[in-house]
Structures are given as structure tokens and as C-alpha cells.
């Protein structure tokens, strides 16, 4: 039987009818990083991608970034069966990489010539903008304790158990951290306030994972659970213990189709708040200030489109060339083996892993010192070459391959994008598919139009940029490469959506006008060259206002409308 990760009581009843409508029960993944007090280990970012097996059960991967000692963290995650053997298992970070650069939002700003300067020409610049074994002998907890241990082992560098909890405990989340803390989980005793909402739940268990002993930070690598349901979810209320501020969120949602944030907020950013000129220098606080606006639950998305545009991004052509290579090679020595394995994976997960695993050190050599001088031993190395490829395959090679196989299961890759701090984790996001919304690219494109004339070479003339939205914002010669500081009070969001698993939505705010007008305003201050003389005025379209009328107005203008938009943010409608 698959673990199936349940949401809690409120959510549950919250989301009762819509979910009866069209999906069995959601499923959790991802869930609490609980840490030491004294030492506290900062949750920084999670990645997460999700895929729908098409057979009724989900698989996820699942990793979480942080700051912090390795040995004081533990990994919690409420479930409703005991995992199976094979629903476990570890991913590489290098996966994530890849289709985290491969769905990197990217604003690129072309520029063309109007008219006729001293000299004329056409650039392009794109620039991205970021936005995831043996069974081992823990302590059994005793019969009146009401803890017991269902299931245990080790996955990775991982130590794993699945506590089992009397259903007659008054506080079984109280009694689950009692035992965690007594078998060396770093656990504070304020996330029994937080377990206790999934812990009540009939016949539920608490899966809890932490490093085995003596690995490092380099050995947390992300985790695989396949687990029954249709549903994703991240149980995000657990996270809020160790959360950093305006911590991101990333998830990738394979399906048969787009996928929408079910129960938090759709964003649509407003491009004029975006730094076209260096985009990745301010997007992320654009999706901070965007999600704030929607009360801290709302989710942005970055790319939805066929999952066969990925296909060998992230096992690539060249990657099985080399795998090939290497493992079908005739070696001399350890050290011609070495070397080359050391070259094409030493920065891969699981490569160190796979070389202690295989390779026996000469006596009084620690692993440490052979890591740190691979080639250093006078005394001959004991190895397998055949034993040590097994281990490369095992440990670095098929976590890789796999997640490039879980993208192209199903035929629709949708990326979410969020931050959210520990005050705005009360609700667990819920992931529908809508098969009625469109495709949406993650390139996005601006045309900066130099306005020549008679008596003006290219690089004194004004300019303008239309967004893809709408719009047009004004520059002088002066201005290129500095985005406007006024930009900054227009609001973060284009348009607030709630979506469904159907339709294109209910539009909960629409700003588009307002960013209209104040771009309007904005351009309305900014001098515009006319005629052979250069002559300049303050018009938008030319004509019309002085330097002080106009600046005059701009300031009133500002201020009006710092007032007017500094609405409170905004609980998310569900």
C-alpha cells in the first residue's frame, strides 16, 4: 500500500465540495524542517515538482534549502499509510538545476530605430530572471507511550522512521514529539502545536527522517515519495516554524494539463515593476511585494506548455555520451577511473558516496583525508572497477535519468512561483489542473523604440519601450539602462485571479488601468525631442505642459496615489 499524504481537518473542510466535484482526496508532499532552537536551521527556499503517475498515485520530489549545521534538522511528514519498499527514495540537485534554468522566466528587450539618425542599428539582450536501504535500529518507543515504530531504514545519507500513534492519546502530536526528541530529532517542543492538526486525524502516522551519523550539509540531497492520490499539496503550515521571511516556493506540476493553485490566488505581474534593462535584479521582490498584495497566499505562474519541450533537459544527449564512454572504457588503474568519474560527476550528488561505498582504503586512512587527497596513499586501493561503476550508476546517474523520465510521463509542465513568510503559512496550497486555460511561455518580450529625426544621432535621441501588456514607457538618451524609481508605487500586480479546475477564472483585482494611467503620468514628466533643434517638451504625445506644471503634477500625482494604493493586504478567498 502507497503512503497517501492527507491535508488537515480545516483544509479538508474547506475544500469538501469542490474537491468531491472532480478529484478524490488531495495528497501532501514536502512538509516540516524543524530544527534547534540554539542552532536554528533556516528554511530558505523549497523545490518541489509534482507528476501525476497516471495509475492513481503521485510522485514527488522534494528539496528544501537551508541554512544551518547539518546535524540539527529533522524532516516531518504526516501521512496515512506506512510507505512500501521502493516509495522512498533520493533525487539530485543537478535535476533541479536544470529545469530551473530551462523555466527561468526570461525578459528580453529588443531595440529598433524609428526614423532616420546619424546612425542607426538593432540589439537584442535577454536576460533570465530567477525566480526547488539497511534497516536501521532506532529506539522503539514503549507500549504506554502509545508511539511505536511501523517502519524504518536508511535512504541516502538519511536515517527514516514511520511512528505509529495510539489513536486513544488526548495529544498524540505531544507524544510524537516526545519520542522524536528522545531518539535525537532536533524537534522544538512549539511544532507539536503545528503536527497536531494533521496528528488527529484518524489513523494517520508521522514519516521522520534525519541525517545518518557523521554526514554532512553536501549529503542532504532531495527526496522521492510515491504516494496514492490525484491532488498535490505542500502541508506549508509545518514549514512555518523555521521559514525564513519571504521564503520561496517553487513548484512544477506534471499533468494532463495546466495546472492553477486551487486554494491560493493566481498572480499576473505588472511588467512596468519589472527592470527590463537587468530583470533579475528586482523580479524576485516584484513576486514578494505581488504575493503580499494578494494577503501573502497567491502563487505566480511562470511557464505552462508541453512537457516534450524538456525532453534531454535534464539528462541530456551529451550526459548519456559520456555515461556510455565512461562505463564501456577499459581502465589501467584506480586512479585513471577516478580521475575521469572525478571530472565528469565529482560535483554531482552522490558521487562521494559511491566512492566510499566501493573503494576500500589502505589501513589508518580515513575517508576524509582520501577526499581531501584522492591520490595521495602510497598503499594500493582495494576496488572493484565493475563494483565502482554499479555504484556511479546507482548513486549519481539514475536519480537523474529518473526525474528527466517523471517530466515526460505525462504530456503538460506548468511552474508555480511564490514567497511566503511563516505568518502567511495557515493554509496548504492545493494544486488543480484546468484543461480550459491556455499555454503560457516563459519568455517575455519588450521592444525599445529609438525615436530618431533630422538633427539627432541615435544615441541622444528619446525612447520608448512597449510591454507586452500594454502600455508604453518613455526614456531619454539619459535613461537607458536606469529603470524608473517611480515604477516602484505602481502596484505589483496586473490582474488578482481565482482559479478553478475549470474556466478561465474570476478576476478578484484588475489594476490594469491604473497602471496605464500612471504610466501616462510617469511619461508625462519625461522631455520629448521634437524637430531638427531638439527643442523638447513635456507632452505625452508631444504638446501641452511646462517642466514645472508637469513635475509639479507628478509630485501631487505620486502622492495621491501612495496613499490611495498602500491598501491591507488581502486573506486569501477561500
Known amino acids: 500500500m502507497r503512503s497517501q499524504f492527507i491535508v488537515s481537518s480545516a483544509l479538508a473542510s474547506a475544500l469538501l465540495t469542490g474537491l468531491m466535484s472532480f478529484e478524490p482526496s488531495a495528497a501532501h508532499a514536502c512538509g516540516g524542517f524543524f530544527c534547534s532552537q540554539t542552532q536554528p536551521v533556516n528554511q530558505a527556499a523549497e523545490r518541489i515538482i509534482f507528476a501525476n503517475n497516471g495509475d492513481g498515485t503521485v510522485t514527488a520530489v522534494i528539496q528544501i534549502m537551508y541554512e544551518g549545521p547539518a546535524e540539527s534538522f529533522s524532516w516531518l511528514l504526516p501521512i496515512s499509510t506506512v510507505p512500501a519498499e521502493g516509495d522512498l527514495a533520493v533525487a539530485s540537485d543537478i535535476a533541479f538545476q536544470r529545469l530551473q534554468q530551462a523555466t527561468n522566466p526570461q525578459y528580453s528587450l529588443i531595440t529598433r530605430v524609428e526614423g532616420r539618425c546619424g546612425s542607426d542599428g538593432e540589439r537584442a539582450v535577454t536576460v533570465s530572471a530567477d525566480s526547488s536501504g539497511a534497516t536501521a535500529t532506532p529506539s522503539f518507543g514503549r507500549p504506554d507511550d502509545g508511539v511505536s515504530v511501523a517502519a524504518s531504514g536508511v535512504v541516502g545519507n538519511f536515517d527514516w522512521v514511520t511512528l505509529a500513534l495510539d489513536p486513544q492519546l488526548p495529544e498524540p502530536a505531544d507524544a510524537a514529539v516526545g519520542w522524536l526528541t528522545a531518539n535525537g530529532y532536533d524537534v522544538p517542543p512549539s511544532s507539536a502545536g503545528l503536527l497536531g492538526p494533521y496528528l488527529n486525524e484518524q489513523g ?3 514519516l521522520a ?6 554526514s554532512s550539509v553536501g549529503s542532504i540531497r532531495p527526496i522521492v515519495l510515491t504516494y496514492d492520490g490525484q491532488l498535490p499539496s505542500i502541508p506549508i503550515k509545518l514549514t512555518a516554524v523555521a521559514a525564513n521571511d519571504d521564503m520561496g516556493v517553487m513548484a512544477w506540476v506534471s499533468g494532463p494539463s495546466r495546472a492553477v493553485p486551487f486554494n491560493y490566488l493566481g498572480l499576473e505581474l505588472n511588467e512596468a515593476r519589472i527592470n527590463w534593462f537587468n530583470p533579475a535584479s528586482n523580479y524576485a521582490e516584484v513576486v514578494t511585494a505581488a504575493a503580499d498584495d494578494a494577503g501573502g497566499q497567491g502563487f505566480v505562474t511562470e511557464f505552462a506548455g508541453a512537457s516534450q519541450t524538456l525532453n534531454n533537459i535534464i539528462w541530456t544527449p551529451s550526459d548519456e555520451a559520456d555515461w556510455q564512454a565512461f562505463s564501456a572504457r577499459v581502465y589501467s588503474n584506480f586512479r585513471q577511473i577516478f580521475d575521469t568519474s572525478l571530472s565528469l560527476y565529482g560535483d554531482w550528488d552522490g558521487f562521494w558516496d559511491a566512492v566510499e561505498a566501493s573503494v576500500t582504503l589502505p589501513a589508518g586512512v580515513s575517508f576524509e583525508d582520501f577526499r581531501l587527497c584522492p591520490n595521495c596513499q602510497g598503499t594500493p586501493l582495494q576496488f572493484s572497477p565493475s563494483a565502482y561503476i554499479a555504484a556511479l550508476k546507482a548513486d549519481v546517474i539514475d536519480p537523474v535519468q529518473a526525474v528527466q523520465a517523471l517530466i515526460g510521463r505525462q504530456p503538460y509542465l506548468t511552474r508555480l512561483y511564490s514567497t511566503l513568510s511563516a505568518g502567511d503559512m495557515t493554509v496548504d496550497p492545493v494544486f488543480a489542473v484546468n484543461p480550459d486555460l491556455p499555454d503560457l511561455s516563459n519568455v517575455h518580450t519588450a521592444e525599445r523604440i529609438i525615436e530618431c529625426h533630422d538633427g539627432v544621432e541615435e544615441f541622444e535621441a528619446t525612447w520608448r519601450i512597449e510591454l507586452p501588456q500594454g502600455g508604453v514607457l518613455r526614456g ?5 539602462g536606469i ?3 517611480a515604477m516602484a508605487s505602481q502596484p505589483p500586480n496586473f490582474r488578482v485571479l481565482e482559479l478553478s479546475a475549470s474556466g478561465p477564472g474570476a478576476v478578484v483585482d484588475d489594476f490594469s488601468d491604473n497602471i496605464e494611467s500612471g504610466l501616462d503620468d510617469y511619461n508625462a514628466t519625461v522631455p520629448r525631442a521634437e524637430g531638427s533643434g531638439g527643442f523638447c517638451n513635456l507632452g ?13 503634477a507628478l509630485f501631487a500625482l505620486l502622492f495621491s496615489r501612495r496613499l490611495s494604493q498602500r491598501r491591507p493586504p488581502r486573506a486569501a478567498r477561500r
Open 476 to 480: 531619454t538618451a539619459d535613461d537607458v
Open 209 to 214: 527522517l534525519k541525517l545518518t551519523k557523521g
Open 540 to 552: 505625452p504625445r508631444g504638446g501641452g505642459a511646462t517642466p514645472t506644471s508637469a513635475l509639479a
Open 483 to 485: 529603470w524608473p524609481t
Open 204 to 206: 494517520m502516522y508521522l
